[in-house]
């Protein structure tokens, strides 16, 4: 089976509902507690080519740090983005599922059952 790590915070619901999920299956993912390891702006551009997104749909909007950094600038880079996220890591979505090379967010937790093998 491919490595299975879940980007997670603990406080957080959804997180907790897909790690249930993936526990309730028997499986263990390594869990990376992003708001205590922040990821680098090369990690955050690596997790998403997996995810196949670009860095704005990464953002969690409703953050106090988004409004206050500016970040709805639609001429921002994904590049900027990225930075604020490494630097912010409360700016990223969650959780974050990466099975091998696929990742996905689990919102609704139940998303990551689309990438289980």
Do not use: F, W
């Not at 922040?38 to 953002?59: E, F, V, W």
């Not at 953050?63 to 983005?81: F, I, R």
């Amino acid at each position: 089976m491919a490595a299975m790590t879940l980007y997670h915070n603990p406080r957080c619901s959804k997180s907790r509902s897909a790690l249930q999920l993936l526990e309730e299956r028997g499986l263990t993912p390594a869990i990376v507690r992003y708001l205590e390891t922040p990821l680098s702006a090369a990690q955050l551009q690596d997790l998403l080519a997996k995810l196949g997104i670009p860095a704005r749909q990464l953002l969690r909007s409703g953050e106090d740090e988004y409004k206050n950094l500016g970040l709805s600038d639609p001429n921002l880079t994904d590049a900027q983005l990225i930075e604020a996220m490494a630097a912010q890591p409360k700016l990223i979505e969650r959780p974050i599922l990466v099975v091998g090379e696929k990742a996905v967010i689990g919102r609704p937790p139940e998303n990551i059952l689309e990438i289980l093998p």
